[in-house]
């Protein structure tokens, strides 16, 4: 009785202590979001009132924005940037991370190439997009002076000028700002793998290949799981880079991504705030479908494999039996 | 034996040249920062410093890009966020691992949907309810948010459950201490080292962020450092090749300086941040 009287007795510091950050969600996170989901319904344009008038047809903005062909593209570019800089990242990080945890292969000074790897990551990305804008310059910029004395390429590329190399080099900067810092967190990975696994692959005469394929990349599914959806509510976000590097869209719009497409509507002169919210709930539904059902089709996997492995553990337990 | 020995040299060959990726755009920019911009024009690539940079200087200041005062900026805010961020997320920690409460759990759900969350869904929202109450131009909407960080309460609470002992927060009760003198005298001595790791990636997102202070913050004298880089493209700098590298130098070298100073820490985090699954 006096114990559970001194419990409660502190209960309400739980409630105090979590109460700024309560508040402070609800200011400045929750009520802007709900905001912006009443603007994606009313006709707000214009210099920044706040006045809110619903349209007659509430879903006007919406409708707009699905007939919107530079809004469709802009998604569209933003899925195609993120999945071509997330593919090659993931593979490279993960090889590095299998090279840096061998320890056969007992990589020399691994701590100086993990720091070297990751420094790009810390450097503002503004920056990284200015830099990059002017190590591609055209037609005299380091890049193509490196190309050119290499011989790779006989005359300057105008890399911002054609759609295919103005996204490369966008996919490629989020890649070279991304993968050491997924090679780092798919290292912890590796060596969060109970170390008795690798032993026993090592008795059964695993050579490194197969123990990389059969033992830690299946070990792995969780922390890759969790880069992959993290990086995938990221990506949809992109905006620094695209933003500053090709002068906001691009050629044929070939890096406009769907922030970079909210920003214009919204500060880019005409002060379309109705379409750029409609524009942001959609992403916003759009990111959450997809980063869920990553979820689900992983989780469903995981349940198929263990089905399956429980249906094989079965029919051996009936043949031994027979 | 002798395979593994060509493999091996293979091996490090692709880390150099990894590593030089990473390091070779920073160079070609502080040796370009030095140089002029005929001598840019005429030949873009150059690991040969030369003796511009004084006249680069001159070129650079001309436009509105300003490096001490986007500096300043950038520290006011960032420095601002990160003590707001680390402290109020340590206390929510603790409210959350030290008592038992009723909506606990519902709480703790709440917060780990809330990091789910990407934040361009509420910036439209954001802008219209700060320009309102009249914050736009202001430091406080890109502050004081921060006393809300999910990211932050997730770490500290797994770093509390972890490290708190509770017999020693009864013990500081008998001796008479209050709940709150308990949390800023023993508590956060003890979260110490997970204090400095957050405030050191809290301080560098908030100090890189660009599309909050650059849709906030239009009065010249308020931009920070990511507004400032972007400046570079205007036209007044169009044809100062020189004066660009050298503003790109000046922006990225407070956080080379940061990284040279803690890169093991910030790896020793990144590394923390993963393995949270």
New interface residues.
């Given amino acids: 009785m006096k114990e559970k009287k001194s ?1 409660n007795k ?9 109460l ?3 508040i ?2 609800l200011v ?2 929750l ?9 994606s319904f009313s006709d ?1 344009q214009g210099v ?1 009132t ?1 006045d809110i008038n619903m349209l007659s047809n509430p879903f006007q903005n919406y409708m707009d924005m699905f007939n919107n062909q530079t809004f469709r593209t802009s998604l569209q570019n933003t899925v195609v940037l993120w999945i071509s800089n997330f593919i090659p990242q993931i593979v490279l990080a993960t090889v590095l991370a299998a ?1 840096f945890t061998n320890k056969q ?1 007992n ?1 020399k000074n691994s701590g100086f ?8 990551n ?6 990284i997009a ?6 591609f ?1 055209a037609p ?7 190309f050119m ?1 290499f011989g790779f390429i006989d005359s300057p590329v105008h890399w911002f000028r054609n759609p295919t190399t103005a996204r490369a080099t966008v996919a490629f900067i989020q890649f ?1 700002m991304w993968y ?2 997924t090679m ?6 590796i060596n ?1 793998i109970n170390p008795a696994l690798f032993e026993a692959a090592a008795i059964d005469g695993a050579t490194g290949i197969q123990t990389f394929l059969k033992v830690t990349l299946p070990q792995l599914k ?2 890759v ?3 992959l ?1 993290t990086s995938f ?1 990221g990506g ?2 992109m ?2 880079i695209p ?2 590097l090709v ?1 906001r869209s691009g050629p044929d719009n070939a890096t406009l991504t ?2 970079v497409f ?2 214009n509507q ?2 880019g002169g005409a002060r379309l ?1 109705n379409r ?2 409609a524009a ?2 959609i ?2 539904v759009v ?1 959450g479908i997809i ?1 869920g059902s990553l979820f689900f089709f992983f989780r469903d996997q995981d349940a198929i494999a263990v089905k399956k492995a429980k249906k094989k553990a079965m029919n051996a337990l009936k043949e031994g039996n027979a | 034996m002798k395979k593994f020995k060509i493999g091996k040299f293979f091996l490090y060959l692709f880390l150099i040249v990894l590593s030089l990726l990473s390091v070779l755009p920073f160079l070609i920019m502080f040796v370009n920062a030095t140089r002029s911009t005929p001598e840019i024009q005429q030949q873009a690539l150059s690991f040969i410093p030369s003796t511009y940079l004084v006249n680069n200087w001159r070129h650079l200041m001309v436009g509105a890009f300003n490096p001490f005062v986007g500096f300043q900026n950038s520290f006011i805010i960032s420095a601002g966020a990160t003590i707001l961020a680390v402290y109020f997320s340590s206390l929510t920690a603790y409210g959350i691992v030290a008592y038992d409460w009723k909506f606990k759990n519902a709480f703790f759900s709440l917060i780990m949907t809330i990091l789910m969350i990407p934040g361009t869904i509420a910036i439209i929202g954001f802008f219209q309810f700060m320009w309102q109450i009249g914050l736009n131009n202001s430091f406080i909407p890109l502050i004081v948010p921060a006393i809300a960080s999910p990211g932050v309460v997730f770490f500290m609470r797994q770093y509390l459950q972890a490290t708190l002992s509770l017999e020693m927060v009864e013990a500081a009760r008998i001796d008479g201490s209050g709940e709150f003198a308990t949390f800023n005298k023993i508590v956060l001595p003890i979260m110490k080292p997970a204090l400095a790791t957050q405030a050191i990636f809290i301080m560098v997102g908030t100090w890189n962020q660009l599309f909050l202070p650059l849709v906030l913050l239009s009065r010249q004298q308020l931009w920070t450092m990511p507004i400032m880089v972007a400046q570079l493209q205007g036209n007044i700098y169009r044809t100062e090749f020189g004066a660009v590298w050298l503003g790109l130098a000046l922006t990225v070298l407070p956080l080379f300086v940061v990284y040279a100073l803690l890169s093991k820490y910030i790896i020793a985090g990144v590394a923390l941040g993963g393995v949270k699954e």
Avoid: E
């Fill in positions: 419990k502190y209960a309400k510091y739980g409630y105090l202590f979590s700024p950050f309560m402070t969600f400045f996170s009520y802007p979001i709900i905001y912006t989901f009443m603007i707000l920044a706040g090279w292969l990589v190439f993990k720091t070297l790897f990751y420094m790009p810390i450097i503002t990305a503004a920056s200015i830099l990059f804008g002017a190590l310059g005299t910029g380091p890049f193509n002076d490196l004395r070279w050491g810092s780092i967190i798919m290292i912890a990975g969060g969780p922390i799981l969790f880069t959806v509510i949809m976000q905006f620094d933003m500053l002068d769907a922030a909210v920003f919204a500060f705030w750029a919210a942001s709930v992403l916003f990111c980063a």
